[in-house]
């Protein structure tokens, strides 16, 4: 006797309950921000309410130095609270992939569990590589040498072969605290994703991960395993250089063969590649709230007997999310272009 087709009612994540649906996006959100980057540093913002796709991000502003003394009984001029309000357009993202077999209504489903895993990585990679395609594009930038006014076809000249150095380093934390950036002095705890904890003050730097030798290699370098708080180490951090913490991460992609010609470095037909580091402090960028199964979901749709599909044999296993990110002021990153020794 043949075995009955098996079909189920839809509910918001396709045909898997809501319940079940709601626990496999949570999971999948959780082993995605745990591998992620960007978000720990934005300001991060809920989606809009209804069908709003206009997210608005909102910086309050300095208030000036009270530099004219108060005179006897008189009361000085009120202040301004001011802000700086930037917006943003939301974008829907997703991918699919095919199922041929049944997913069953359990969250401990082996082929659920599997389809989540591949899942919460392909949105922690689509996410990231979202950031980074934004935030590399602000215009304040810093080349080896500092001798000259260089740009990027100059990168690998000199005798340091355009590699970061301590010099380097510094001129960027100065830019930074000449501009008034405030430092990163919390954290999203890396472990639990819930609360911040207090750091010492200190610069981001994100760069790639062909990096590693190179940073570690500047005078002065901390490894971050001699941290006496390892509890706020991030994902892929290697330690610190003065005031700025180095995180190496793979999606920091060079410019191929960007650069000068030069052999002794990474390079493309002869040019040298030419790698970004992303500095920034507080407040230099922003994004949508990463939390909120409702705005990532896992879908899953069983095979059933159609015209398409008549013996019930395709099913797909998918993920869907609203994301941006948006620079929200300009002079508070920097970008340091380098090269990677062979």
Known sequence: MPSTVYTSQQSDYGHIT??????????????SRKRMLWYRFAMEEDLPKGDSTTLNFRRWLNIDPVLTPIQGANTPDPASLDYSDVQATIRQFGLWIPQNKHIHDTVKDPVLSRAINALSYNMKLTYETLGFNVLRKGSNVFYPDLTTTPVRTDV???ADNGVISLNLVQTVTEYLLGENVEPITELIMPK?????RPVEECFIAVGHTNLNRSIRAIPGFQHASEYPDQSTKLPGELGRVDDMRFVTHNVCGPWKGAGAANAAVKNT???????PI???GKEAFGCTKLKGSEFNKIMVANAEVSSSDPLAQ????????WNVYKVLEDKYMARMEVTSPK
């Open 278 to 280: 992303l500095v920034f």
């Open 156 to 158: 690998g000249t000199g």
């Open 269 to 275: 037909a002869g040019n040298a590649d030419v790698y």
């Open 18 to 31: 809501d319940q079940v649906g709601i626990k496999a996006s949570v999971k999948a959100l959780f082993e």
């Open 314 to 321: 395709r099913g797909t296993a998918g993920w869907t999310g």
């Open 192 to 196: 639990t994703l819930e609360g911040t």
